[in-house]
């Protein structure tokens, strides 16, 4: 986002809390934590910022948004009141079965007893879900009954995502192709992004656990026209509509996890965010300038807005830590940067500057990812492939199979 934004004609001195050091290259990283929302109204103030635009979950389901606008200070994103479509499965699972969105038939719980004597009666494979924020982690599918207690115990009981755990939702498994659908929105127009595909689980060949996402690539080898139309006319249209009838109404980028089954595209979630990786090869996609998009879902016109995008295709592949979804170690000195060819991207996540000149050092579970577009999935996946070797860090780990497209 901080890339895309910095092309912006408009745009001329970029802030970031707290950034890494791919953000410090080109913006200003602030040592302030994304939720610490007085530290940032301070200083949006002193820098008398003109657009404020919010990445993450957290700040936005804590009200940043609504406080920026207590304070006059344009800000992209949803309010805590909207952002309950992310920040609460059982309010989004009520959302769309009250306004007819197709999903997962699912029955929300707030009693462990009950959710568990429900589970008991259901067949495998069954899909637990916490109501909360989980960073990624908060949804089980689970292959047998005791895994899905297992799941259920850990949300509920041992409550390993604290109060996200107070209630759950347990739905029917769906099965399909995986896609991330986005829309732009100022809560009356509604303009779809290019779509993407996500690679949650570790290993290639969706093996191993699920983390935040270890790849993506866009737009998805299935997609149609009718396709697209149908998300955007069943899914994202009505989805705006029924918050707007709500008293919430949804201004942002909202992001559609779905299933697309033989029976048409199902919601698995909704967030109110761009997504990440999938951030990372829809925006490169993107020809419209970004800021022009903000404003005016801020101001409400986003009618007046012809948002375009490129036709070639984007790959982006995540370089992580060893360990990884688990336990990790972090400042370990990351070589190769400047040995990429020269359309290829990479896209700081977990990374922090080093003590030594242009050093950079891992800082997190996922370190970066490597993104190219071209003319052909084909042939950007063999860019990034072809580049992704050059970067070294100690116990680097990557999925070799993003975007290659079987059958
Ligand atoms: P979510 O955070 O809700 O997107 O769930 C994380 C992952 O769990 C999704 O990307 C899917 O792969 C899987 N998942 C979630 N809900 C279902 C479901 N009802 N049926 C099958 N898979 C699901
Ligand atoms: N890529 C999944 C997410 O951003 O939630």
Known sequence: MVWKLAQSPKVKEIYVAPGNAGTAQIAHNLNIGSTDIASLAKIAREKRI???VIGPEAPLADGIVDYFQGIDIPIFGSTKKATEIESSKV???ELMQKYGIPCAQSTSFSTYAEAKEYIQRQTPPIVVKADGLAAG?????ADSIPQALDALATFMESRAFGAAGEKVVIEQCLSGKEMSAF???????VIPMVAACDYKRIYDGDQGPNTGGMGSYSPPHFITPTLAKTVKESIMEPAVKAMEKEKKPYKGVLYGGLMITTDGPKVLEFNARFGDPEAQVTLPLLK??????????INGNLYQIDVEWSEDACVGVVMASAGYPGSYQTGLPISGLDNLDGDILVFHAGTKIGSEPGQVLTNGGRVLTVVASGRTLTEAREKVYNNIS????????????IAEIKG
């Open 50 to 52: 003109e657009l404020a």
């Open 91 to 93: 309010f989004a699972k």
């Open 137 to 141: 982690k908060g949804v089980t599918v």
């Open 183 to 189: 829309a732009f929105t100022d809560a009356t127009t």
């Open 288 to 297: 419209t300038d970004l800021v022009d998009i903000f404003l005016a879902v």
């Open 390 to 401: 050059q970067i070294r860090f100690e116990g680097c780990h990557y999925r070799k199979d």
